[in-house]
C-alpha cells in the first residue's frame, strides 16, 4: 500500500482553495494527488510525473476524482510547456515529493531496489536511452569514484569503483550489490551499496539537474499569493531547495513558511518507516 509522506503537513501548508488549480510535480502512485483532488470543487491539480507506468496507476488511484485531476507525463524541465498545453497561465499551489516512488523499488525490473535481482535500469522514464548499466560499465574509474562520492556521499567511492572497474561487465542488481559488499563490507544495517545505488540512481535520471530547472522555473509556474512546498530524502537535494528559498526571500519575491526545515512526526515514522528522512519546506510567493 502506498502512504504518502507527511499528507497532512503537506495539505496544510498548500493552503487548498476549492477553487484553485495545484500542480502535483511528482504524482508518483498519486496519493498526495488524491488528497488534494478529493479537497477541491471547481479547481483541479495537475499529476505530473517522469514515470509513465507510475503515473498510469496513479491514474486508477485518483479515478474517483478524475473529474478534478489533469495528467501529464513528462519531468520538471517540461513543466512549463505542460502548464501552458493545459491553459494554465500560473497555479494556486505546487508540491514536490522528490523521493524515489514506492512502485519503483518494489518492481525488480526497473532496477532501482538492490533488495531483489534485475537489470541495471534505474530510468524514470524509460523513453530515455542512458541506464544504470552504461555508467556501471563504459564510465572510467576516476569518474565513477567522482559521481559516487558526489552524488551518493559516499566516502568509500574510490575503493567501490575500483572493485567495480575490475569486475565488470556487471548486468544486474544483486551482482553489483555483491561486488561492493566485497569491497567495502558491511558496517551498519544500512547496506553498503546503498549509496552507490544512489548516486547511480540520480545519475541516469539528471535528478540534480531537472531540481535545479523546477526551482529556477517556480516564479513562472506558481502565481503571487501561491504556495511551494517540497519534500526531499537527501542532504543534497535538501540544501538546494533551502538556498533556492532563501534567495528568493532575499529577493523579495517570496516568503519563507518554513523558519527551520519541517521533519515527520515520531508516530508517522513509526507507522511508514520510509518517511524517516524526510524534510519539507514551504514559501509563498509575493
Known amino acids: 500500500m502506498h502512504v504518502p509522506v507527511m499528507l497532512a503537513e503537506c495539505l496544510e501548508y498548500l493552503a487548498l482553495r476549492p477553487d484553485g488549480i495545484f500542480l502535483d510535480a511528482t504524482a508518483g502512485l498519486g496519493g498526495h494527488t488524491g488528497a488534494i483532488a478529493e479537497r477541491l470543487s471547481s479547481g483541479f491539480v495537475i ?15 485518483t479515478a474517483q476524482w478524475a473529474d478534478r485531476v489533469r495528467f501529464h507525463h513528462g519531468a520538471f524541465s517540461e513543466l512549463r510547456a505542460a502548464l ?7 497555479v494556486d499551489g505546487l508540491l514536490a515529493d522528490l523521493g524515489v516512488s514506492r512502485y519503483q523499488l518494489t518492481e525488480p525490473e526497473r532496477g532501482f531496489s538492490l533488495m531483489a535481482d534485475g537489470p541495471l535500469d534505474m530510468r524514470q522514464d524509460r523513453t530515455q536511452a542512458l541506464t544504470a548499466d552504461e555508467i ?25 569503483s575500483r572493485a567495480i572497474v575490475r569486475a565488470r561487465p556487471i548486468h544486474s542488481t544483486q551482482r553489483l550489490s555483491r561486488v561492493i559488499e566485497t569491497a567495502v563490507p558491511r558496517t551498519s544495517k544500512i547496506h553498503p551499496a546503498t549509496q552507490t545505488f544512489q548516486a547511480l540512481r540520480m545519475a541516469v535520471n539528471d535528478e540534480q539537474g531537472e531540481l535545479d530547472q523546477l526551482l529556477a522555473a517556480v516564479p513562472d509556474l506558481v502565481k503571487s499569493g501561491g504556495r511551494i512546498v517540497v519534500l526531499s530524502f537527501m542532504s543534497l537535494e535538501d540544501r538546494k531547495v533551502k538556498q533556492s ?26 507507522d511508514n518507516p520510509p518517511s524517516r528522512s524526510a524534510k519539507l519546506r514551504a514559501l509563498e510567493m509575493k
Not at 84 to 90: D, K, S
Open 245 to 270: 528559498f532563501q534567495a528568493l526571500a532575499r529577493a523579495g519575491r517570496a516568503q519563507i513558511l518554513t523558519k527551520h526545515v519541517v521533519r515527520p512526526s515520531s508516530e508517522e515514522t513509526k
Open 84 to 90: 501552458a498545453e493545459l491553459g494554465v497561465e500560473r
Open 47 to 61: 499529476a505530473n510525473d517522469r514515470d509513465a507506468e507510475s503515473l498510469e496507476l496513479a491514474r486508477q488511484n
Open 136 to 160: 556501471v560499465n563504459f564510465t572510467p574509474e576516476k569518474e565513477l569514484a567522482d559521481l559516487i562520492f558526489q552524488l551518493g556521499e559516499e566516502r568509500r567511492s574510490r575503493r567501490i
